[in-house]
């Protein structure tokens, strides 16, 4: 099992079936020795309820950049506080907006923000994963330092079998640990 005792890891979630996925991860984290803390974009929210990852890591999920309601700025908040990022799922399309900068929701804003490492495991079909767009968002966050935890071949959401698959969460968490070691 990875050690990650008093690690601050900000959990983020995007639009891909594989968010089924998160709360194993994050109670993988808690398990480790991390303290957890989630974020969800409004696609991942269309697979996975906020109120799952609420309920696993005992900490309010974020949402909404624009919830200024407390007088926080949850963008800057989140970010200062990590001390790594975890986007797990990572869909295709947030793979594109984090390479092209964009600060249009809660979790694009964290990335731009945070001087904590990034690691993203992206989960989207095969053909995704191998298109010419995805291959150059990839080749361009590499060069900005984000850090890339698969994906792995299997069993794809399709029925298909093939490069796309997410990470198994203990795998994740295991290579978070070493990476972060």
């Not at 991860?25 to 020795?33: E, F, K, Q, T």
């Not at 923000?113 to 995805?134: G, I, Q």
């Not at 079998?161 to 795998?171: I, T």
């Amino acid at each position: 099992m990875a050690s990650l005792p008093g690690r601050k890891i900000l959990l983020g979630v995007t639009g891909s079936v594989a968010a089924y996925k998160a709360p194993d991860v994050a109670r993988r984290l808690i398990d480790a020795g991390a303290v957890v803390r989630a974020v969800i974009t409004a696609g991942g929210q269309k697979f996975l309820p906020a109120l799952t990852l609420t309920a696993v890591t005992g900490r309010p999920t974020a949402t909404d950049a624009f919830d200024l309601s407390d007088g926080s700025m949850p963008h800057l908040e989140l970010a200062r506080w990590a001390d790594a990022v975890l986007v797990a799922p990572a869909s295709a399309n947030a793979l594109a907006r984090f390479a092209n900068g964009a600060a249009d929701d809660l979790l694009g804003a964290i990335l731009l923000v945070t001087r904590a490492p990034v690691f993203l495991a992206p989960a989207m079909h095969e053909p995704m994963w191998t298109h010419p767009a995805t291959r150059r968002n990839v080749a361009t966050l590499t060069t900005d330092g984000r850090r890339f935890l698969g994906p792995v071949d299997g069993a794809l959401a399709s029925g298909d079998r093939g490069a796309g698959r997410l990470m198994e969460p203990a795998d994740l968490v295991r290579e978070l640990g070493k990476a972060l070691a």
